[in-house]
C-alpha cells in the first residue's frame, strides 16, 4: 500500500501551475515594460541627464578641490622662496662673521708677535740647580757667537716649557732683550751654533708655531725660517724654479 506523503494531490498540483504561469507572466509584463521605456526618447533623455548631471556635480567637487589645493601648493611654494631667501641671507651674515672673526685673529696674532719682537728661545743648555739664566745667556753669547752685551742689555730670562722637551731633560731659555738690536744680532750670529747641541729660534705664538711647523711638512717647500715672527718659505714649483713666499694664514700654505 502505498504511502500517502508521497502521493500529489490535484490541488497542490494546480497550485504550482498557478504560480509557474504567474511568474512567467510578470516576466513577460516586466520585459514588455523595459523595452517600452527604453524606446522612449523623453526617459532617455531623463537618464542623459540625470547621469550627465551627476558626473558634473561630481567634477565641479573635485575641481573646487584641486582648485583649493593649486592655492595651498602656491602657498607653500611662496612660504619656501621666502624661506629660501632668509637661509640665504644668513649664510651670507655667517660668512661675512666668520671672514671678519678670522681677520680678527690675524690681527691679534700679530700683536701677540710684535709684543715678542725682541725675544728669543734657547734650548739646549743644561739646566742646573739655582742658576742664573740672565748670566747663562751672556756667556753664551759671549764664548760662542762672540757677542758680549751688559748686564742692563737682558730685560729679563727663565726657563719654560717642561722639561725633556730638548731630548735632554733641559727646559728652554725664554731672553726678552731690551732693544731689538740686540736680538737681530743674537739671530744673525746664531749660524756659529751649527752642529752643536744649542739652538736659538725667535719666540713665536703658537698660532705661528703652528704654520711654522706645516709650512716644514709642505711636500713644495725646500726650507723655511722667521723673521720678526714672518715665516718665510723657500718653495720650488713644478718648473724647478725657487721663490720666497710670505706665510701669514693657513691658507697660504694651500695656496703653495
Not at 739664566?133 to 753664551?140: A, H, I, P, S
Not at 730685560?155 to 722639561?163: C, F, I, L, M, T
Not at 726678552?176 to 746664531?190: L, N
Request: a positive charge.
Amino acid at each position: 500500500m502505498a504511502s500517502r506523503s508521497t502521493r500529489k494531490t490535484p490541488a497542490v498540483t494546480r497550485q504550482r501551475k498557478d504560480s509557474a504561469n504567474r511568474d512567467e507572466t510578470v516576466a513577460e509584463v516586466s520585459t514588455l515594460v523595459t523595452d517600452g521605456l527604453l524606446k522612449s526618447d523623453k526617459l532617455r533623455e531623463l537618464i542623459h541627464q540625470t547621469v550627465t548631471n551627476a558626473i558634473e556635480t561630481k567634477l565641479e567637487s573635485l575641481i573646487d578641490r584641486l582648485d583649493t589645493q593649486e592655492a595651498r601648493l602656491f602657498e607653500l611654494e611662496q612660504q619656501l622662496e621666502h624661506k629660501e631667501q632668509e637661509i640665504r641671507y644668513l649664510a651670507g651674515q655667517v660668512q661675512g662673521a666668520c671672514g671678519n672673526l678670522a681677520e680678527q685673529k690675524t690681527v691679534l696674532n700679530d700683536l701677540e708677535q710684535y709684543s715678542r719682537r725682541t725675544n728669543v728661545r734657547i734650548s739646549g743648555i743644561a739646566e742646573t740647580p739655582e742658576e742664573k739664566t740672565d748670566e747663562t745667556v751672556r756667556k753664551l753669547l759671549d764664548e760662542k757667537l762672540g757677542i758680549t752685551i751688559a748686564e742692563e742689555a737682558i730685560d729679563r730670562s727663565h726657563r719654560v716649557g717642561k722639561p725633556g722637551q730638548d731630548g735632554r731633560g733641559h727646559r728652554a731659555i725664554l731672553v726678552k732683550f731690551v732693544s731689538t738690536r740686540t736680538k737681530v744680532a743674537v739671530m744673525k750670529a746664531r749660524r756659529q751654533l751649527k752642529g752643536t747641541s744649542v739652538v736659538i729660534r725667535e719666540d713665536l705664538t703658537a698660532e705661528n708655531m703652528k704654520l711654522l711647523n706645516r709650512t716644514r711638512r709642505h711636500e713644495k717647500v725646500k726650507s723655511c725660517w722667521t723673521i720678526d715672527g714672518r715665516i718665510i718659505a723657500m718653495v720650488t714649483d713644478t718648473n724647478g724654479i725657487e721663490r720666497k713666499v710670505n706665510i701669514r694664514r693657513h691658507r697660504d700654505i694651500d695656496h703653495l
